[in-house]
């Protein structure tokens, strides 16, 4: 129906809504409360009722919406007030650079900053990247932030494009990274330069926003990264998941429906850096403590994340995100207080994006 979901303290919001998707042409957008749910719209439970009685299996099963058609009245609160809202689920088409704020030159006091944000690394993410890096390129942006709060990951292919289109200062023969499979495999390791993208732009400092739903790809392009631009290079948020490692597919002769994703090769950086299990938090040499703030939108200078690589930019101090980064990442994904609504069987875009409805 919409795009992701957050349960903070027991309390469901929307972090964001997409663009062709039932729910934001209902009215529903980012920082919406969903107080309740319900099937019609006289048997509208609310969210604290449904936890208290069943946790978030409960939760998860009044919100199946896995077949296209069904209907679900949301009770909203929202700037514009409390309202019922009837929202029917259908089949969508995801854009990974929002047409609303996926891509923008920020000026900060004077200072031209790129903002880019990838919900997810797909195919169509491509050209709209090199749209969005011609932009840059053409105001002169060398700071940018890259906002991957929510981005799961995704084809390698696509997080090699965007890393060449944040390195136009870098040399075809300087190393991206390093594709290593077991001894035995070693016939199949890969290096991956840099490679020419005609909008690439030479960015002196880069601010990257994650949470613990930054996993994979989205943790190359910055791992990629780091040993070109160290401190000029931060991660504002907070820890990221911590998946240094890809997938291969086999597939069953004996069954063509049957196919294996299988964890297969380590990914590292120029420097042969790639042990970041625990999350980038304590590999990368600047970090900065942000929340993910509702209660603007993604993309708007007063958003705390944004703002607060804003002010890591342009040389103002932060508070790091702290060498306890790893061990709460070890506890848990995310945060007890903060955390996507998932799936107990979840399609799979659910298993892909976590908190995806």
């Not at 809504?17 to 609310?46: F, H, K, M, N, W």
């Not at 749209?131 to 084809?155: C, E, H, K, M, P």
């Not at 016939?187 to 991956?192: I, P």
Request: glycine content about 8%; hydrophobic content about 35%.
């Amino acid at each position: 129906m919409s795009g992701w979901r957050a349960i903070s303290n027991n309390r469901l919001f929307v972090t964001e809504a997409y663009e062709g998707a039932p729910a934001l042409s209902a009215g529903i957008d980012r920082g919406a409360q969903i107080v309740g749910i319900g099937p019609t719209a006289a048997t509208v439970r609310l969210i604290s009722d449904i936890l208290a009685s069943g946790g978030e299996t409960a939760l998860d099963a009044a919100f199946d919406t896995s077949t296209p058609g069904t209907v679900r009245f949301l009770r909203i609160t929202d700037a514009n007030g409390t309202r019922d809202v009837s929202v029917t689920s259908a089949d969508y088409t995801l854009t990974p650079v929002s047409s609303r704020y996926g891509s923008r030159v920020i000026d900060d006091n004077g200072r031209k900053v790129g903002y880019i944000n990838l919900r997810t690394f797909i195919t169509t993410a491509d050209d709209q990247l090199r749209s969005a890096f011609a932009t840059f390129r053409d105001q002169g942006v060398t700071q940018v932030i890259v906002d991957l709060r929510y981005n799961g990951g995704g084809l390698l292919g696509t997080a090699e494009t965007f890393t060449d289109l944040l390195g136009a200062n870098r040399s075809t023969n300087d190393v991206q990274a390093y594709t290593t499979f077991r001894t035995s495999k070693s016939s199949q390791n890969e290096v991956r330069r840099f490679a020419r993208e005609m909008n690439a732009i030479a960015p002196t400092r880069i601010a990257f926003i994650g949470t613990g739903q930054t996993a994979s790809a989205s943790e190359y392009v910055i791992n990629a990264l780091i040993p070109y631009l160290h401190s000029d290079l931060a991660l504002v948020g907070s820890n990221t998941y911590g998946k240094p490692v890809g997938q291969i597919a086999i597939d069953n002769p004996s069954c063509s429906d049957d196919r294996l994703r299988v964890i297969a090769f380590a990914l590292q950086n120029s420097a042969r850096q790639g042990d970041y299990y625990d999350g980038l938090a304590t590999k990368v040499e600047a970090s900065c403590q942000a929340t993910d703030d509702y209660s603007h939108q993604l993309g708007d200078a007063s958003e705390t994340s944004v703002r607060t690589a804003l002010d890591w930019l342009a040389g103002r101090g932060c508070t790091p995100i702290g060498a306890s980064a790893s061990a709460a990442r070890t506890t848990g994904l995310f945060a007890a207080s903060q955390r996507p609504l998932v799936s107990v069987t979840p399609t799979v875009a659910q298993r892909d994006t976590p908190g995806l409805y």
